[in-house]
């Protein structure tokens, strides 16, 4: 009974991934057929539209999580050698979902590439959007030590509960949101040269990494963005019957989340996925 309900979890998940990618591959070739000369296989108000809904998940995770506190025990690692409880809990169930076919989506990038088995689904026909030089990007080292040492502090209260296991679920949907909505700067770096590769080509040629990086940056649509994150925050994590201005999680903690971390690290994608773009 339980290696069949297992099976029928593994296949619903390789059902909602097949769905989820067929019609990102649809969209990806309608976008296609409608660009001259069929160039470009996506544009920047659909990666623009993606980014906005990631939003709301990054937030509303990070309101799950607040609902325990620190729990360092997680954390902690029993020897030198030993990995903590949360590290064996993240790696497993990367493990798991990569049987289940979580990682053959290009959206999709492990913290633990090493550990993952083969997909028990047969491999998807889908659209191949990504230069394949740039595509194995995967900075989910730096996500994972911003994550632990410096963002949980900032949303889970001091204190001990010893749920352990349900804090380390929320951990994971809060790391796989941020890897997610980071490592989509491969998607909007593919995009921005598609629709403009000579305002690109020469720095990338002279692997001018500080070049690219103020051609990608808009302080402008930087603010903006803060300012619509912190207004969500405000508006998913009001307290309705506690005081005026109580949040479960401090708007402005989510602002400073993409103003120092986020559109940070997610530019950091672009640029390193560019010097790559012509490889």
């Given at each position: 009974?339980?290696?069949?309900?297992?099976?029928?979890?593994?296949?619903?998940?390789?059902?909602?991934?097949?769905?989820?990618?067929?019609?990102?591959?649809?969209?990806?070739?309608?976008?296609?057929?409608?660009?001259?000369?069929?160039?470009?296989?996506?544009?920047?108000?659909?990666?623009?539209?993606?980014?906005?809904?990631?939003?709301?998940?990054?937030?509303?995770?990070?309101?799950?999580?607040?609902?325990?506190?620190?729990?360092?025990?997680?954390?902690?690692?029993?020897t030198?050698?030993?990995?903590?409880?949360?590290?064996?809990?993240?790696?497993?169930?990367?493990?798991?979902?990569a049987k289940?076919?979580?990682?053959?989506?290009?959206?999709?990038?492990?913290?633990?590439?090493?550990?993952?088995?083969?997909?028990?689904?047969?491999?998807?026909?889908?659209?191949?959007?990504?230069?394949?030089a740039?595509?194995c990007?995967?900075?989910?080292?730096?996500?994972?030590?911003?994550?632990?040492?410096?963002?949980?502090?900032?949303?889970?209260?001091?204190?001990?509960?010893?749920?352990?296991?349900?804090?380390?679920?929320?951990?994971?949907?809060?790391?796989?949101?941020?890897?997610?909505?980071?490592?989509?700067?491969?998607?909007?770096?593919?995009?921005?040269?598609?629709d403009?590769?000579?305002?690109?080509?020469?720095?990338?040629?002279?692997?001018?990494?500080?070049?690219?990086?103020?051609?990608?940056?808009?302080?402008?649509?930087e603010?903006?963005?803060k300012?619509?994150?912190?207004?969500?925050?405000?508006?998913?994590?009001?307290?309705?019957?506690?005081?005026?201005?109580?949040?479960?999680v401090?708007?402005?903690?989510?602002?400073?989340?993409?103003?120092?971390?986020?559109?940070?690290?997610?530019?950091?994608?672009?640029?390193?996925?560019?010097?790559?773009?012509?490889?």
């Amino acid at each position: 009974m339980g290696c069949w309900l297992l099976f029928k979890v593994i296949f619903s998940w390789g059902l909602v991934g097949n769905s989820l990618l067929a019609n990102f591959s649809g969209s990806l070739a309608s976008s296609s057929s409608s660009t001259q000369g069929g160039s470009s296989l996506m544009d920047l108000e659909s990666v623009r539209k993606s980014l906005v809904r990631q939003e709301d998940t990054i937030i509303f995770n990070l309101i799950e999580r607040s609902k325990y506190p620190m729990n360092s025990p997680l954390y902690h690692h029993p020897t030198n050698f030993s990995p903590s409880l949360f590290h064996f809990f993240l790696k497993e169930s990367e493990a798991l979902q990569a049987k289940a076919g979580r990682y053959i989506s290009p959206e999709e990038n492990a913290f633990f590439p090493d550990n993952l088995p083969s997909p028990l689904l047969p491999p998807l026909n889908h659209t191949h959007v990504l230069h394949p030089a740039g595509a194995c990007i995967n900075i989910n080292d730096k996500i994972l030590d911003m994550y632990l040492n410096t963002l949980l502090p900032l949303i889970a209260a001091k204190g001990d509960d010893g749920n352990y296991a349900t804090t380390a679920a929320t951990d994971l949907d809060c790391l796989q949101g941020l890897s997610r909505r980071i490592h989509f700067g491969k998607f909007v770096a593919e995009v921005k040269f598609r629709d403009a590769p000579d305002d690109y080509t020469p720095a990338i040629r002279a692997k001018d990494r500080e070049g690219l990086m103020k051609l990608l940056t808009f302080e402008s649509v930087e603010e903006m963005i803060k300012k619509r994150v912190e207004k969500k925050a405000m508006m998913f994590g009001q307290e309705v019957d506690g005081q005026e201005n109580e949040y479960k999680v401090d708007p402005c903690v989510v602002s400073q989340l993409y103003g120092k971390w986020v559109m940070p690290l997610t530019k950091l994608v672009q640029v390193e996925y560019l010097l790559r773009r012509l490889d």
